[in-house]
């Protein structure tokens, strides 16, 4: 995960792909996440964090899916 991590932040986009393929989605959700966050603490309401809440559960499986099928694929490149 760092190098791909250090390769997103080199702005080689495919190399960081090729090191960890789930990097680059983890990246945008975590700044997309931050940004609400921050905008729920101006407004001083907790809209995000119970939007988080539903997604993991009601998703759950659909992500670990993901996280596994991700796994393999970093296994085989």
Known sequence: MRRAYDSLMSFDIIESFKSNILLIPIFILTI??????????IKDEDNTVNKIKYILNKYYLVILILIIISYIINILI
């Open 32 to 41: 997309l996440v931050i940004v609400f966050l921050v905008k729920d603490i």
